[in-house]
């Protein structure tokens, strides 16, 4: 089965590039998850907020020690708490470009900090110079600052301008609010017109929509547009491995496995093999199964899960050949 890891990224959490104290609170968070995790799993990198992953060392976390072939390097594009977001789009860039056959790079833009016609433009920027495949928006940054996806004065000129540059997939940071952001604000309801008014163009969602998980399900299982990424699910699996059973049962009895995108959020999670491991043995227990009617999971659907959902919707095609692995547009 080929491996396609659909988001990794090249944070910098250094206290001289946040521009807010409100950044403060996204490490913390990261930092308790690392206190609760059982100490066998280890989760997560506890130097993450060293500075940006080495690239060497990037590139052997993924192709040496895993059985990954393929990643995107996906910019978070937080401006109100860090001068050029917590993973810049030029350090992911730059991961992209140490092996271009294997990673494949995304851009990310906000409105709200750039305006509309800064983000339009580097959005154009990302794609034509540094062959970005796809763009990242968070919507919700810091309280009283955030925006609708289905804004048709402002997102909707994002939308377009991403189809005219070829973008098949568009993507989305849904639930797990970044510091002090509302949770409200990172409902995914207004993925709803979006999605239907923008039916050739696909939107990815991150997190399984979060504390909104149900509600997410629904919006996934009407718009067939709709992709759902499933990082960090299947990070909490040793914390809460029942939890996982039973979202991921929901998830695949209502939306399916053609439609549910493997991710790590690598490089906070480094230990990425053991959650290939997970996905490529899991199964939804018996009890499940037969008292809420969730389907096993087949090895046709385990294959579009770890890769060839995200190759489909991102509009690539990916070829595995002995040690040679290589991707192109379709």
């Known amino acids: ?46 130097s993450f ?19 990954t072939d393929f990643a995107m390097a996906q910019t978070i594009p937080l401006f109100a708490l860090w001068r050029d977001g917590v993973s810049p789009a030029r350090t992911n860039h730059e ?40 763009i990242k928006f968070y919507q ?40 002090h952001a509302q949770i409200e604000d990172l409902h995914p309801g207004d993925l709803q017109l979006a999605a239907y008014d923008f039916p050739d163009l696909k939107f990815g969602v991150h997190h399984l929509g979060g504390v909104h998980f149900d509600d997410m399900i629904d919006v996934a299982e009407r718009f067939p547009n709709v992709y759902s990424i499933l990082s960090p699910l299947f990070n909490t699996y040793f914390q809460q491995p029942r939890r996982v059973y039973e979202m991921f049962g929901k998830a695949l009895y209502y ?31 018996e009890d499940l199964q037969e008292g809420y009617g969730y389907p096993e999971l087949t090895d046709e659907g385990r294959a579009r899960i770890l890769g060839l959902n995200f190759a489909e919707a991102l509009g690539v095609e990916l070829s595995v050949e002995g040690d040679k692995r290589t991707w192109r547009r379709a």
């Not at 080929?2 to 944070?11: A, K, L, N, Q, R």
């Not at 092996?99 to 959005?123: I, K, S, W």
């Not at 540059?165 to 510091?179: E, R, S, T």
């Open 1 to 46: 089965m080929i491996v396609f890891d659909s988001v990794v990224h090249m944070t910098d959490h250094r206290a001289e590039f946040r521009v807010h104290d409100d950044g403060k609170i996204l490490t913390q968070r990261l930092r308790r998850m690392h206190a609760r995790s059982p100490k066998k799993a280890v989760p997560i990198n506890d």
């Open 140 to 179: 919700a940054q810091r309280p009283g600052h955030a925006w609708r996806a289905d804004d048709r004065k402002l997102a909707y000129p994002l939308y377009e301008k991403a189809m005219e540059l070829g973008i098949k997939l568009v993507q989305f940071h849904k639930g797990f609010p970044l510091a």
């Open 255 to 285: 939306i399916g496995d053609k439609r549910l995108c493997y991710g790590t959020d690598a490089f906070v999670h480094p230990n990425v093999q053991l959650y290939i491991d997970v996905l490529s043995t899991i199964q939804i227990p």
């Open 95 to 134: 991961l992209a470009q140490s092996n271009p056959d294997r990673f494949l790079f995304c851009g990310g833009v906000d409105p709200l900090y750039q305006g509309l016609r800064g983000a339009l433009d580097e959005m154009t920027r990302q794609v034509e110079e540094m062959g970005a495949v796809s």
């Open 49 to 67: 907020t060293d500075g940006p992953p080495d690239i060497a060392w990037a590139n052997e976390v993924l192709w040496d020690k895993s059985d």
